[in-house]
């Protein structure tokens, strides 16, 4: 049962152009979201995290964006730069304190 | 400003022998949680504590697994009896609270691989 999902395992990206990166929930008890990068042989580096009572948060060249109603949010990487090349996992909170759960991880890379 | 320490960074065992993975969470956080990533996979909640409880053990399997958060010293997650399938790389992250304003960090992880 994977209540999120990212459905795209790869994205490749012009370095200057925006990144978008797409994840999907299922379970409506879901009421916070987070983005991490992942580099090889490391741990998970937040990025980003946003509250279902709001449908945008903005940090940066980092921009996330919530659905509810579609049950999606996406992460906007603009401009995007050789180094933003990495794992991208998306993750929700708020089913029980503490868990979060994580989709399958999207790689980008972004070619200078 | 020391982050999620995490050791051994490797581990190798071989079958039906115990594994120890230590934890020290960032400074000020007293909030740990270990997940498990299998390869190709995504990371997978294993067990929530705070010092000297566990809050949520939902994701650790009931057979071989436990875990700990002594009042001094590091979090231990232990396996004892090994077997291939165990072979992930073990995360460990902290915070100083639950909430979506007070995010996870995670340590780089431990690598164990069963012979």
């Known amino acids: 049962d994977q209540q999120v999902k990212q459905n795209s395992p790869s994205l490749s990206v012009q370095e200057g152009r925006i990144s978008i990166l797409n994840c999907d929930y299922t379970?409506?008890?879901?009421?916070?979201f987070l983005w991490y990068k992942k580099y090889p042989a490391e741990g998970p580096t937040f990025l980003i995290s946003?509250?279902?009572?709001?449908d945008k948060n903005e940090d940066g060249r980092f921009t996330v964006f919530l659905n509810k109603s579609a049950k999606h949010l996406s992460l906007h990487i603009v401009p995007s730069q050789p180094g933003d090349s990495a794992v991208y996992f998306c993750?929700?909170?708020?089913?029980?304190?503490?868990?979060?759960?994580f989709g399958q991880g999207t790689i980008l890379t972004v070619h200078p | 400003n020391a982050g999620v320490m995490q050791n051994p960074r490797h581990l190798v065992r071989r079958r039906g022998q115990e594994a120890r993975l230590r934890c020290s969470p960032m400074?000020?956080?007293?909030?740990v949680y270990w997940y498990r990533q299998l390869p190709e996979e995504g990371l997978k909640f294993m067990v929530y504590?705070?010092?000297?409880?566990?809050?949520?053990e939902s994701g650790m399997p009931k057979e071989r697994f436990s875990a700990e958060f002594p009042k001094e010293g590091p979090s231990i997650l232990r396996i004892q009896q090994v077997v291939r399938g165990d072979s992930a790389a073990y995360f460990c992250?902290?915070?100083?609270?639950?909430?979506?304003?007070?995010?996870?960090?995670f340590g780089d992880g431990t690598r164990l691989s069963i012979l």
């Open positions: 993750a929700s909170g708020g089913t029980s304190y503490g868990k979060l759960t």
């Open positions: 379970n409506s008890m879901f009421d916070y």
């Open positions: 400074k000020g956080h007293s909030h």
């Open positions: 992250a902290s915070s100083p609270s639950e909430g979506w304003n007070q995010p996870q960090h």
């Open positions: 946003i509250s279902s009572i709001k």
């Open positions: 504590l705070q010092k000297e409880n566990i809050i949520d």
